[in-house]
């Protein structure tokens, strides 16, 4: 099973710029393979966390950030739907 752990990076960081080139907020995900279709609550938090502290770090951005979203709001801000599905 996948998990998809998503997050809405704030314009404020700087990490995006739409087609005139002015910053605007990026959405990213990370997917983690897992045995089982259940997570404990707890695990998941802790999953959220760690992922949004990784994305800081690998992208030099604030955490402060970074905002973890659904799967849906990344879906409808994203539009390669098709990368979620490989």
């Known amino acids: 099973m996948k998990i998809r752990l998503c997050y809405r990076v704030e314009k404020e960081a700087g990490w995006g ?18 045995k089982t279709y259940n997570v404990p609550k707890e695990e998941y938090k802790e999953l959220v966390k760690v992922g949004k502290e990784l994305t800081a770090k690998s992208f030099d951005i604030n955490k402060e950030l970074i905002t973890p979203v659904t799967l849906n709001e990344y879906l409808d801000n994203t539009e390669k739907i098709e990368d979620l599905l490989n």
């Open 17 to 34: 710029e739409d087609e005139y080139g002015n910053p605007t907020e990026v959405y990213s995900c990370v997917t983690l393979d897992w």
